[in-house]
């Protein structure tokens, strides 16, 4: 079957690079990443770090938007470096602490990426009152939407990600894929089977085996619809 707007296509490419990435990721080299990586601390695990930078690869996308920036930036623009075309990341983060640490981080990779540090706002999301970043639109690293969001943030101690797939779908366009990192950790779990339940088929969840922390892949299929089906609704303090 064929759309008018390409739109099945645009699914139907982000489930290969999906499935491409998750055969490669075993493969890539995290060797240009100076700091020590463990499956517990702060920064992205190594699966997950691995699993980007294969994701980029296979997505080959001109924008990825990232909350929660750290180790995983640099890997996504070292991932973006070797691409043909060219990609601008963004990545939120909404501390000046560690906006400023993944700034110096980043080296030569640096032009590449935006970064923006946002205060953490309580809004109201599909009907739930969660924290989310209060991002600047003017100072995106592209106007573009984004193939690939990487939802890493906000930490559980500042209210979690409750907000962040209603918020990674702002800046999303059919086929792109929107991945969370601890997606086995009881909130994010919650938060990710409360959604699909919501979005019903504007959505395909992927939950693929084998990372430390969880990790699930969203992939939007109908945007119009999906906005539709997480309108806010008034919820009271
Ligand atoms: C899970 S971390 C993001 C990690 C990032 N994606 C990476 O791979 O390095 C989520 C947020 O926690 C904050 N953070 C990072 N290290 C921290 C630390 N040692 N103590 C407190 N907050 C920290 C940062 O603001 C970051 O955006």
Redesign the pocket.
Known sequence: MTTTDGSLDRVVRAREALQDALRGADGVDLSFVEEPLDEH????APD??RFLYALVRAVEPRHVL????????L?LAQAAAGLEGTCAITSV???P???AA?AESLGAEAASVTLQCAPLVARVRAGVLAPCYLVDQGLLGSNRAADLV?V????LVLGGRDGMLPQALEYAQCGSIIVF??AGRDCERDAIARWEKQLGNAVEVHRPDGFARGLAAVILAAPTTAQIRLAPRAVHP
Do not use: I, M
């Open positions: 601390g702060w920064a992205g997950l770090l990232e909350f929660g920036s750290g180790v995983s930036t890997v983060d909404h501390d602490r560690f906006a993944t990487v890493d943030g906000p930490p990192d601890d």
